[in-house]
């Protein structure tokens, strides 16, 4: 499935771009004046393949959700099993993330791709009540689905975090994912994560791609004091000394030092590529999550756009090394797909404007 995947992923398209630039300057504006809307706007068409781009609706949220070896060096003070209990908030409708979502009117899918604690998965055949969407349409409640690949990864400063093979299982997970929603009809996935302590291999993983020193890759997370943070810095710089992880080899990176959460994103990004769908990405484990995406198939990268500038110093390095301006910079740094969410209107503004917006010649009004 992987190999098929990127296989399928290939460069944008130039007749679409060149389409999509003639026709910006066209429209009743002042060339230029909508900005990054613009070379959005382009990049979409491109590929899409045709311009205008499909609007990108209905939007989904995917967060995927794993737990992490590496919080038993004490890198943050949260418990553990405050990432299942987070996955219920989720699914009772109660977080930023649920908000948000009902705000933009996206879809709230949970996967459980490595949580430790057991979750109570809903019967095959429930059907809890729609969710009142703000334009007086009905949204499907979240949901959850079962994909865990282990319970939890191994702590990285030990032994890989992952085997290859379950690597390469969780990047399917997400590949699958990005199928199902696709084929029901989404018109844009939003990445999203949940798992105490994925900061931390989140910034190893950056450091490995890029080549930062890891106190540049590394940030406080949730928060955390400036004892915890040298001793998370350290944590990064230790698994990443025992190691050795290879950048030409995504994969092996993925099993060295990231989580199961950052590789089923790496496989939602790489299956969006696939299906010439843009993929919304959220903060640090999204871009971090990217890199990997990137280094597997470099086309992938055109699929890409950076919702968000996340506070956590990493994801600034991370977007600079995938070459991606972020729409929006509110210093977030919560996750979940929040910061993503946020940004979907602007994406779809910027599709939205070689929609509807009229030409000079349509609108007989004159030109400079």
Known sequence: MLETTIAAIGALDGSAMTAARDLQARLTKPAGSLGA???????????????????????????????????????????QEVTAQMIGNFLAGGAVVNAFARQAGASVTVVDVGVAAPLPFPPADAAPADVPAPTGTTLAPPRLLDANVRRGTRDMTVTAALTRDEARAAVEVGIRVAGELLDAGVGVLLTGDMGIANTTPAAALIAAFTGVDPA???GRGTGVDDETYRRKVGVVRAALDRHRPDPADPLGVLAAVGGLEHAALTGLILGAAA??????????????????????????????????RSAEPGATVALRHLGLDPLVDLGLRLGEGTGALLALPVVTGAVRV???????????????
Do not use: N, Y
């Open 275 to 308: 299906r010439r769908v843009p993929v919304l990405l959220d903060g640090v484990i999204a871009v971090s999550a990217a890199l990997a995406a990137a280094a597997l198939a470099p086309d992938a990268v055109g699929a890409m756009v950076a919702g968000h």
């Open 37 to 79: 809307l613009e070379e959005l706007s382009v990049r979409l068409a491109g590929l899409a393949g045709a311009c205008p781009p499909p609007l990108p609706e209905p939007a989904a949220v995917a967060i995927f959700a794993g737990d992490h070896g590496v919080h038993a060096q004490r890198v943050t003070p949260w418990p």
């Open 354 to 368: 070689l929609h509807e917006v009229a030409t000079f010649d349509a609108a007989g009004v004159s030109e400079k």
């Open 216 to 218: 540049e890759a590394t």
